[in-house]
Nanobody, 124 residues
Framework: QVQLVESGGGLVQAGASLRLSCTASGPTFSWYVMGWFRQAPGKEREFVAA????????YYADSLKGRFTISRDNAKNADYLQMNSLKPEDTAVYYC?????????????????WGQGTQVTVSS
């Protein structure tokens, strides 16, 4: 059973940056894809970014390209979401999730494993 734990959320002002971390435990295979999603109050869970753990291919929501970057540190077995130039509309609970290579990375329904989420609040 894969277990995911996010950290790094918080309250920041508009324009600031945050880096979210996701650490995985359990059987983490090279063919897993790690994704980030977010969910604001009253809204559906939204795809943010995904990255294959072994191949390094990355995928982003079009609206977030250029501000958000997904990366991985193999030595620490951790995945990261670097968020720059944050806006109040980025306020949400951010989740990391894992799925297999070949799934629809943009769909939350494709992901079998989820972290508990970390709150990001951006004040104006």
């Amino acid at each position: 059973q894969v277990q995911l734990v996010e950290s790094g959320g918080g309250l920041v002002q508009a324009g600031a940056s945050l880096r979210l971390s996701c650490t995985a435990s359990g059987p983490t295979f090279s063919w897993y894809v790690m994704g980030w999603f977010r969910q604001a109050p009253g809204k559906e869970r939204e795809f943010v970014a995904a990255r294959t753990r072994s191949g390094g291919s990355t995928y982003y929501a079009d609206s977030l390209k250029g501000r958000f970057t997904i990366s991985r540190d193999n030595a620490k077995n951790a995945d990261y979401l670097q968020m720059n130039s944050l806006k109040p509309e980025d306020t949400a609970v951010y989740y990391c999730a894992a799925t297999r290579v070949g799934a629809n990375y943009y769909s939350a329904m494709s992901y079998s494993y989820w972290g508990q989420g970390t709150q990001v609040t951006v004040s104006s």
